[in-house]
């Protein structure tokens, strides 16, 4: 009796340690995919657009115009300052004004403070970029 308890023991360990391993690899999995915040464009004809706020301060804007088949993938360090996320871009091409501007006639908060600098409220569900509406991803 004496072994097969221990063996039994060992088995039941053996099984929450793969059960806790199992856990951990899925919550490092979702965060590495996810990040902190991301914002993704709705389904237009004229461009996807993916703009990603990394855990490690780090964020990638990815812009891709569909018709032209030109590409965009600027990146830069943000931190949260008050109620917003502050983007502090390496380069500037293109223009962070006529990028983060709406040509719809709705007013976004999006603020742009300088040649490589934007603020955009961190409570929001939606940004617009290059005219395009880019929604939050809360998952």
Known sequence: MGVFRFFKYKYLLNQRNRKYASLAVSIALA???????????????????????????????????????????????WEKNEESYVLKFKRTKPDLSSLFSSNTGYFYNNLVENKKTVKIPSLSKGIMIWGIYCERDFS
């Open 31 to 77: 965060h590495a995919s996810f990040g902190h915040v991301r914002y993704k464009s709705l389904g237009n004809g004229l461009a996807d657009i993916s703009l990603s706020l990394d855990d490690d301060k780090n964020f990638k804007l990815d812009l891709n115009a569909l018709d032209t088949q030109k590409t965009y993938k600027l990146k830069g360090k």
